[in-house]
Antibody, heavy 115, light 108 residues
Framework: QVQLVQSGAEVKKPGASVKVSCKAS????????ISWVRQAPGQGLEWMGW????????NYAQKLQGRVTMTTDTSTSTAYMELRSLRSDDTAVYYC????????WGQGTLVTVSS | QSVLTQPPSASGTPGQRVTISCSGS????????VYWYQQLPGTAPKLLIY???QRPSGVPDRFSGSKSGTSASLAISGLRSEDEADYYC?????????FGGGTKLTVL
């Protein structure tokens, strides 16, 4: 069965960076992409971007351009999302999800940005 | 402000039929498929409906989706207490995904 297992919760100070991992199993990793979606406390879902696990092509949400980098390691079927220059409003649960159509989701990683 | 517009809340009693609307534009719902997700408290979203009206295996046929023009709807018949959750619509828009703001469904 398709599974996406994410890394654990993080606490970061403003201005720092965070890197969240997402290990996929149960399907051919390179046949799909990975989208990243975040959810601030008590808020809705926000798409952050997408990476092709086949060729590494990326497509980032305009508001995060320059602060986010998505990568994959096909040898371990793992996707990564790095967000830099963290601010308090980046506090959220970050999800990875199998894409083109967003179907299977990881369990989420809480990133807290606080001084 | 979400690109897709959903009512913030909906409610119904057990056994009732409820619908949740999702309004968009020609660049998203009007020209692409609509997806619906269910998010139970404290859990990740789960795909409920894909390609406007298709159910993944394991999703009860009490859940159905439809689309007309630039709007879509999710219907839940035979409402059950375990349906109490947040529901989100989503669609592709030009070069990115957009979501609705979510609808909190309360089973009275």
């Amino acid at each position: 069965q398709v599974q996406l297992v994410q890394s654990g919760a993080e606490v970061k100070k403003p201005g720092a960076s965070v890197k969240v991992s997402c290990k996929a199993s149960g399907y051919t990793f390179t046949s799909y992409g990975i989208s990243w979606v975040r959810q601030a406390p008590g808020q809705g879902l926000e798409w952050m971007g997408w990476i092709s696990a086949y060729n590494g092509n990326t497509n980032y949400a305009q508001k995060l351009q320059g602060r986010v980098t998505m990568t994959t390691d096909t040898s371990t079927s793992t996707a990564y999302m790095e967000l830099r220059s963290l601010r308090s409003d980046d506090t959220a649960v970050y999800y990875c999800a199998r894409s083109v159509a967003i179907d299977y989701w990881g369990q989420g990683t809480l990133v807290t940005v606080s001084s | 402000q979400s690109v897709l517009t959903q009512p913030p809340s909906a409610s119904g009693t057990p056994g009732q039929r409820v619908t949740i609307s999702c309004s968009g534009s020609s660049s998203n719902i009007g020209s692409n498929y609509v997806y619906w997700y269910q998010q139970l408290p404290g859990t990740a979203p789960k795909l409920l409906i894909y390609r406007n009206n298709q159910r993944p295996s394991g999703v009860p046929d009490r859940f159905s989706g439809s689309k007309s023009g630039t709007s879509a709807s999710l219907a839940i018949s035979g409402l059950r207490s375990e349906d109490e959750a947040d529901y989100y619509c989503a669609a592709w828009d030009d070069s990115h995904w957009v979501f609705g703001g979510g609808t909190k469904l309360t089973v009275l």
